[in-house]
């Protein structure tokens, strides 16, 4: 069943709570998991996680002190409606 715009806009307030409350690698990606969001990639200093429920995707980028000092959070709608490079 497809996830409303509502209840996307939930689960992305909790994401922001997260990101707002946690600041290293470890308590942010267990507060991402504890809401659905599945690790996808980590590559040393970045972890990609999504909620494909949600269709949210989230990448979080960790300092040498394993402290998350940013992060980029977008939707499928999103990603799909970001220009194609050309080539």
Known sequence: ???????????????RD????YHTREAVRSGLESIGFVVR????????????PAEIFVQIFINERDDVFDSHVVTFEEIDLRPRGGG
């Open 1 to 15: 069943m497809p996830i409303t715009e509502e209840e996307q806009q939930a689960v992305l307030a909790k994401v």
């Open 18 to 21: 997260i990101l707002s409350t």
């Open 41 to 52: 990639a980590e590559h040393g200093d970045v972890v990609s996680l999504e909620n494909a």
